[in-house]
T-cell receptor, first 115, second 113 residues
Framework: ETGVTQTPRHLVMGMTNKKSLKCEQH?????MYWYKQSAKKPLELMFV???????ENNSVPSRFSPECPNSSHLFLHLHTLQPEDSALYLC??????????????FGEGSWLTVV | AQSVTQLGSHVSVSEGALVLLRCNYS??????LFWYVQYPNQGLQLLLK??????LVKGINGFEAEFKKSETSFHLTKPSAHMSDAAEYFC???????????FGQGTRLTINP
């Protein structure tokens, strides 16, 4: 148990569906992240939120829409995805951003399959 | 820009043998360096990190890593491999003022009985 909880753990969706991934951290952290992990590719940072403000958006397609309503919750809204978006989506949090060597704590991930 | 290179996408050792996973980084400023481990169907877990204190860093599960500035390396070692060490290992780098952690491509460690 890392203190970062992701739901659902597995999601299968059609290309025309709209779904959301949810992340909750119980660590009192101020920064939250979405990463994408695909086979044969390095971990890709998608979004960074610090104190509920988006501070980084790594050229992610608009079919991925993040939402951070408070410092404990982070969502990734998904719509009109493509099969190549199938991957493990990892949520993470840290006390602050990567500044000062803060440890980033990861959830167990949400496996997404787009059919 | 910072980057990390992990030499060898797949390393295989015998149980009880030395584990050595290589990581080289590129950074124009003093780096912070991390090793994470990912067991099957799980997220990433911190093994150890270097943040400009002692250059030899000890982590969990008997792992350690040494920061060598002259070689821009942060290799991960464990004297004696255990079957439970089979996992994917990621090296990562950041620095003061960074907004994000940059990960290497990962090394899959297999332990042979």
């Amino acid at each position: 148990e890392t203190g970062v909880t992701q739901t659902p753990r597995h999601l299968v969706m059609g290309m025309t569906n709209k779904k959301s991934l949810k992340c909750e951290q119980h660590l009192g952290h101020n920064a939250m992240y979405w990463y994408k992990q695909s086979a044969k590719k390095p971990l890709e940072l998608m979004f960074v939120y610090s104190l509920e403000e988006r501070v980084e958006n790594n050229s992610v397609p608009s079919r991925f829409s993040p939402e951070c309503p408070n410092s404990s919750h982070l969502f990734l809204h998904l719509h009109t995805l493509q099969p190549e978006d199938s991957a493990l989506y990892l949520c993470a949090s840290s006390q602050e951003t990567a500044d000062s060597g803060n440890t980033i704590y990861f959830g167990e991930g949400s496996w997404l399959t787009v059919v | 820009a910072q980057s990390v290179t992990q030499l060898g996408s797949h390393v295989s050792v015998s149980e009880g043998a030395l584990v050595l996973l290589r990581c080289n980084y590129s950074s124009s400023v003093p780096p912070y360096l991390f090793w994470y481990v990912q067991y099957p169907n799980q997220g990433l877990q911190l093994l150890l990190k270097y943040t400009s204190a002692a250059t030899l860093v000890k982590g969990i599960n008997g792992f350690e890593a040494e920061f060598k500035k002259s070689e821009t390396s942060f290799h991960l070692t464990k004297p004696s491999a255990h079957m439970s060490d089979a996992a994917e290992y990621f090296c990562a780098v950041s620095h003061q003022g960074a907004q994000k952690l940059v990960f290497g491509q990962g090394t899959r460690l297999t332990i042979n009985p």
